[in-house]
């Protein structure tokens, strides 16, 4: 049987679990619809490992995310914070260790098309955008399930698919772009597209990896509403180098070293903590 989370190293929920969110029988939120998150638990890493060439990349990781809930992971160069992303999304598979999605889907046993199917959606630092499609045409090919473009795009959509992505285009604030090609976008808006390709298959956990790497200020501000605005309908798991950001987003930080969890907490509390400081932040 799989271990209950060790209560010193769960979160506090950033809502009240018990919500209005909870269905009759208790176990569903709007970030964890169809999902069993009985105990509030959307992510739960047990003593996670990863070797590569008998280096560790992951070293008895442990790490829990909340329903709903903003997590940003900071750390050093070469932490295993794009490791940790990469066993949630079955892309490397861990040498030992539990990962469960909700309460029962074991994402060790599954691959990254049936993750990425039970609602964790991924972006990756650099933008794949399909520069010669419209931004409209590339939320209609991410929103369907049949990845051949042609099929995809000859497919008539669903008023409620066409609503989605009406809506999604609001969120991302490129409205005014929908007919645009892709190609001309600038990098920033790439990368909100691309979020925008997630959201579209309402993902219930989203993974983002230094997403305001080479964006503007202003976007970089942007990116900020947008995923506070997300968090709660969603959950959120966000590595980011950039402090600012950081600090003007994060319900909780979990600082990653040498492939564990050396801290948690807010980010005033772990940029406090003595051995952060040592490690990483003092540096
Ligand atoms: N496929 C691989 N083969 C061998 N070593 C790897 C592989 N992937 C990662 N590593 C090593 O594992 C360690 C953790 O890498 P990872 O990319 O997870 O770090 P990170 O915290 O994301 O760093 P950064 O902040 O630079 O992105 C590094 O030492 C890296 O060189
Ligand atoms: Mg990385």
Redesign the pocket.
């Known amino acids: 049987m799989r271990a209950v989370p060790i209560p010193e190293l769960m979160l506090e929920p950033v809502f009240d679990p018990l919500g209005s969110g909870r269905d009759a029988i208790g176990t569903s939120t709007a970030a964890g619809k169809g999902l069993n998150v009985r105990h509030g638990t959307i992510l739960s890493l047990e003593d996670i490992n990863?070797s590569?060439?008998g280096?560790k990349?992951?070293n008895d990781l442990c790490l829990y995310i909340g329903v709903g809930e903003l997590r940003c992971i900071i750390?050093?160069?070469?932490?295993?914070?794009?490791?940790?992303m990469?066993v949630i999304t079955g892309k490397?598979r861990p040498d030992s260790g539990s990962a469960y999605f909700g309460e029962t889907l074991d994402l060790t046993r599954m691959s990254e098309v049936e993750i990425a199917q039970a609602g964790i959606g991924r972006k990756f630092q650099k933008p794949t955008v399909f520069e010669a499609l419209s931004v409209f045409e590339n939320l209609e090919l991410a929103q369907k399930t049949d990845k051949s473009v042609w099929a995809s795009l000859r497919a008539r959509l669903s008023g409620e698919q066409k609503d989605r992505i009406d809506e999604v285009l609001q969120t991302i604030r490129l409205d005014s772009s929908r007919q645009r090609p892709a190609g001309l976008l600038s990098h920033g808006q790439k990368q909100f597209l691309e979020i925008g390709m997630l959201l579209v298959q309402d993902p219930q956990l989203l993974l983002l990896?230094?997403p305001v790497a080479g964006m503007t200020d202003a976007e970089t501000e942007f990116t900020a509403e947008l995923f506070k605005s997300l968090a709660r309908q969603h959950s959120l798991m966000v590595?980011e180098?950039d402090m600012g950001f950081v600090g003007s987003i994060a319900d909780h930080v979990s600082v990653?070293h040498q492939?564990r969890v050396l801290a948690e907490g807010s980010l005033a509390q772990v940029q406090n903590d003595e051995r952060v400081i040592e490690v990483y932040l003092g540096r």
């Open positions: 990863v590569f060439d280096f990349a992951l750390g050093p160069n070469g932490a295993g914070k794009t490791t940790l990469d490397t990896d230094e590595v180098h990653l492939g």
